[in-house]
């Protein structure tokens, strides 16, 4: 049974990180509560799964709530008994900028949607993972964390969240619980091209082009299933042994540091 927070997406000519993720997830097997607080959005989800056969339901979810991790967390338990996989998947960088240029309300917006989004979920969810001895936690990182980045506040948030999957992987590996990050890089999702080009007032051609040519690995950006298979990965009886580990998943960008 796996929770997938933000498993809507952007409207777009692509699949979003989320949704690849909630549709992997259930094509091995999983039942699937898609979380997202554009409830259409996570229908539309839920619905492409049970048409493939697979088990899911949508959720409304303010993740920057306590009370609606809560009842996400009450939903996906009272339905299916457990909690084996909880997928983190929000973030924005909406109205980030420099550090001088940045103002307060767009740091804390965006600080509450990348970082304490995964706390919230994590604080609801643990218990019952913890109850049941096992389960996997998988945070969406960026290698913005790492790497230079003219923005302050989203290369930020993404090193908390790095940071906060280390301390929860060692805080809770005695349940029998894992905790991983993936750090995407330059994606075709429609948040990523759809909402830059139109940020940036560019082409959609002209920005993959150019996000292409930033990636070593054949030039090309990668897509949200190359996300949701590190994710599938990190969720899988394979990655039994691995917990605390923030895994790259950008064809080699994080590497050009010199």
Not at 34 to 59: F, H, K, N
Not at 207 to 217: C, I, M, T
Not at 229 to 236: C, D, E, M, N
């Amino acid at each position: 049974m796996a929770i997938v927070v933000g498993g809507g997406q952007t409207q777009g000519e692509t699949v979003g990180n989320g949704r690849a993720a909630a549709l992997l997830f259930a094509r091995e097997g999983a039942c699937v509560l898609v979380a997202d607080r554009r409830l259409a959005s996570a229908e539309e989800t839920a619905l492409a799964i049970r048409e493939a056969g697979g088990d899911a339901i949508a959720c409304e979810v303010d993740a920057t709530e306590a009370a609606d991790c809560a009842a996400m967390v009450a939903q996906c338990t009272e339905r299916w008994g457990r909690i084996d996989v909880l997928h983190n998947n929000v973030g924005v960088a909406d109205g980030d900028a420099s550090a001088i240029r940045i103002r307060e309300e767009a740091w804390d917006h965006i600080f509450a949607v990348n970082v304490k989004t995964v706390l919230l979920a994590c604080q609801h969810a643990l218990p019952v993972m913890r109850e049941q001895g096992a389960g996997s936690v998988i945070n969406v990182s960026s290698i913005a964390a790492t790497c230079a980045h003219p923005l302050v506040a989203y290369k930020t948030s993404k090193a908390a969240v790095n940071a906060l999957t280390e301390q929860l992987a060692i805080s809770n590996a005695r349940h029998g619980i894992r905790v991983n990050a993936i750090m995407p890089g330059m994606m075709n999702t429609p948040m990523a091209v759809e909402g830059i080009s139109r940020a940036r007032g560019i082409s959609k051609e002209a920005l993959v082009a150019e996000r292409d040519a930033r990636v070593p690995l054949g030039r090309k950006m990668g897509s949200a299933w190359d996300v949701a298979h590190a994710a599938l990965y990190f969720a899988s009886d394979d990655a039994g042994f691995v917990t605390g580990v923030v895994m790259p998943v950008d064809g080699g960008q994080s590497l050009q540091r010199g």
